[in-house]
């Protein structure tokens, strides 16, 4: 097959983009990896792209980018076929079981992070901070809830809960009862000041809600919420493993 010097360039160009990417990335090791396949390219050797292709795109949700389609309809299968490889591991920064997927936990924390941020500043003047709202909102939709339960509910150790339950309780916000079947539990309970409260983080919260899913279809908000629990749920177990003493293997 006769090949474009130009096309080779252009392709070389757009790998060694990613190289850089890569290489002030947290796997330095990903840059090695695609400028070989590159320089095995460039000389004139052909190996089976299409397998490395099938094998990457298992693991990636990335769709191939126009320009990439626009190589393929050219003829240039390995080329495009390196490229779009090139453009998978450009996006993963994650090595998982020998297998590169999109580091989708970066921005879950993120977000998480940025809406944490901007409650405690809201919060603030009704002394709601430090993610003490999410406790109050627990307890005000299970009334009666012990703190062991609020706390897997959360996904946080017993410490933390315990913490914020003292600040939540000495604000007047929440009080606890003696559980009548069980004299080492205690029961909480959202106080009239806590249940005047609920309403005002509710309505914070979908308005987050409603930002963040500005400009998606009702199927992508459906699509998205059912992968996030599936998230939830893959994490969840891990999490109830490790804190039984299992220790992960990665």
Same mark, same amino acid.
């Given at each position: ?20 990417? @890569? $290489? %002030? #990335? =947290?796997? /330095?090791?990903?840059?090695? &990896?695609?400028? +070989? *396949?590159?320089?095995? @390219? $460039? %000389? #004139? =050797?052909? /190996?089976?792209?299409?397998? &490395?292709?099938? +094998? *990457? ?8 980018? /126009?320009?990439?389609?626009? &190589? ?179």
């Amino acid at each position: 097959m006769a090949i474009d010097c130009s096309q080779i360039i252009a392709v070389h160009n757009t790998t060694h983009n990613a190289c850089s990417f @890569l $290489s %002030v #990335g =947290a796997l /330095p090791q990903l840059a090695l &990896l695609v400028e +070989f *396949l590159v320089e095995i @390219l $460039s %000389v #004139g =050797a052909y /190996p089976n792209f299409l397998c &490395l292709w099938n +094998f *990457l795109s298992k693991f990636s949700l990335l769709s191939p980018p /126009p320009q990439l389609l626009l &190589l393929e309809e050219t003829g240039l299968v390995d080329f495009f076929v390196l490229y779009y490889c090139c453009y998978i591991l450009a996006n993963a920064t994650i090595l998982l079981g020998g297998c590169y997927v999109e580091d989708i936990l970066r921005d879950i924390g993120v977000i998480a992070r940025a809406l944490d941020s901007i409650s405690n500043i809201e919060f603030k003047e009704i002394d709601l901070t430090k993610g003490q709202f999410i406790y109050l909102t627990r307890i005000c939709e299970n009334p009666g809830i012990i703190q062991e339960k609020l706390a897997e509910m959360l996904k946080i150790d017993r410490t933390t809960a315990s913490r914020a339950i003292k600040n939540l309780e000495k604000n007047h916000m929440i009080v606890k009862k003696n559980d009548a079947t069980n004299k080492k539990n205690k029961l909480l309970f959202p106080t009239e000041k806590g249940k005047s409260l609920y309403p005002f983080i509710i309505r914070e919260n979908n308005h987050s809600n409603a930002v963040a899913l500005q400009g998606f279809s009702q199927k992508e908000i459906t699509d998205l919420s059912l992968a996030l629990k599936r998230v939830k749920q893959n994490i969840s177990e891990d999490w109830s493993k490790v804190k039984k003493g299992y220790k992960r293997k990665y």
